[in-house]
């Protein structure tokens, strides 16, 4: 029998039933692509997060993300949440470093009120015209006014007020079918009475994940939109999925930095016979 260390850690919420869950597993040697897999369909959150000592001396950490379905190539959340616990681990350390196959450096740092902040590549998107299958955003008929996309399978979805985003129902087949695995990032403006500035929901069904709770690869790509729209280089967004979850967004050149609090909701041993 192997037993592995095994955290669940929600990242950007204060508790349970907050935030984006990640299940995060320190490994002393990677295990098999397809253990890993199989892992990660069992956990059964958006993304399982696996690392080892980076033996390159480039990075702390060697870092990868599973979803239920497949390995990819970047996740935010689950970054966060492995940075939580290496810090908590590591007190006297302020900084952890990750290195990654597809998504360059890595980094997460404590921040002030007890705040963790992950580093990520800013992925600025271009303006292009709107598909024809975009109506498959929401079985109601309420459209974007705007797409924008970057080539790493991210799709900007702008909308004009808020309750579009809250009341979106998407055809997720239909999603699946247009654009396999992307990410579909409906965004809009905050109302002017809420405490943040931008709002979103995010959808990943052809990763397996018909909405993701909160997503930091797609702030990855919204925070270089919105500091361009909004003439400064921070905000404050919310992500409106069920559990919900806030993101203190920054750019500096051409790193993304989004803060906000971790909880380690349980620990045990993930044991494989």
Known sequence: MTKLPYFHINAFGDGPFKGNQAAVMPLEKWLDDD????????????????????????????????????EIALCGHATLASGFYLLNQNPDKGCIT?????????SVKRTENDEYAVALPAYPPKQEDMPDWASALDINGILPKEHHFHEGRYHIFLF???????????????LIDAAGDSQFICSAPADAQTDYDVISRVFVPGAGVNEDSVTGSAHAVLTPYWTDRLVRNNFTAYQASRRGGTLNCAIEGDTVWLGGKCAKIIEGVFSII
């Open 35 to 70: 253990i890993l897999q199989a892992i990660g369909e069992e956990n059964n959150f958006a993304e399982t997060a696996f690392f080892i000592p980076d033996s390159s001396g480039k990075a702390d950490y060697e870092l990868r993300w599973f979803t239920p379905a497949l």
């Open 98 to 106: 990750f290195r990654t196959r597809k998504a360059g450096i890595l």
């Open 160 to 174: 004009e007020k808020a309750e579009q985003i809250l009341s979106l129902k998407p055809h997720f087949a239909g």
